[in-house]
């Protein structure tokens, strides 16, 4: 069973730039969420996917947007990069069976951005 | 927004139980109360979760107070492993799908 894979692992952008962050999820997991973490601070929810459709998003403005593909993966696409948005982004995904989620969340390890 | 509060860091020697605590005053009837945790250069792992009643699993246990506006996480016997920021978070039905509210977490460090 292949776990939540995420590229890149790191990146260097500059101000004003956009970024396109992808995640497979786990084998069978169809609901994928998308998390920013600033150095030393908790995970901040930013949106969640589901049947390649938004279904939930966190404080985050409209240039954080995001796809789903029919085969579940997924991608976080940030526009006008600011230097705030340097931070670690996590990919989770889970099962979402017959309209309910079971709420256990797969991490992978994160994509490193850093905005110069 | 529900969110969770947790004490910055906790230590515990190693073989001893560990109880982690969150507080989580303002969370609704159909939230439920996850923990994760999290090691150096890792994303966060599922520990464990519950609604209202305690709950028990390979990893942990889960203490609900019976107003649910705080639990405590119970590391049975900390080994060397258990060091990691343990996260407390309110998970909140949002249509059809959930959203997670991290905390700032507690950085639990085991003594050998």
């Known amino acids: 069973e292949t776990g939540v894979t995420q590229s890149p692992t790191h990146l260097i952008k500059t101000r004003g730039q956009q970024v396109t962050l992808r995640c497979s999820s786990q084998s069978g997991h169809n609901t994928v969420s998308w998390y920013q973490q600033a150095l030393g601070q908790g995970p901040q929810f930013i949106f969640q996917?589901?049947?390649?459709?938004?279904?939930g998003r966190g404080n985050f403005p409209p240039r954080f947007s995001g796809l789903q593909f029919p085969n579940y993966s997924s991608e976080l696409n940030v526009n006008a990069l600011e230097l705030d948005d340097s931070a670690l982004y996590l990919c989770?995904?889970?099962?979402?069976?017959?309209?309910?989620?079971?709420?256990?969340?797969?991490f992978g390890e994160g994509s490193r951005l850093t905005v110069l | 927004d529900a969110k969770t509060t947790q004490p910055n860091s906790m230590e515990s020697n190693e073989e001893e139980p560990v109880h982690l605590p969150c507080n989580h005053s303002t969370i609704s009837g159909t939230d439920y109360i996850h923990w994760y945790r999290q090691l150096p250069s890792q994303g966060p792992e599922y520990v464990i979760h519950g609604l209202t009643s305690n709950v028990n699993n390979r990893m942990a246990s889960l203490a609900i107070a019976e107003d649910r506006k705080s639990s405590t996480l119970i590391l049975h016997r900390a080994t060397l492993r258990d060091a990691a920021v343990y996260y407390c978070?309110?998970?909140?039905?949002?249509?059809?799908?959930?959203?997670?509210?991290f905390g700032t977490g507690t950085s639990l460090t085991v003594i050998p």
């Open positions: 996917y589901y049947r390649e459709e938004e279904n």
């Open positions: 989770a995904s889970s099962p979402t069976t017959g309209g309910r989620n079971t709420g256990e969340l797969f």
């Open positions: 978070i309110l998970r909140a039905r949002a249509g059809t799908g959930n959203q997670f509210y």
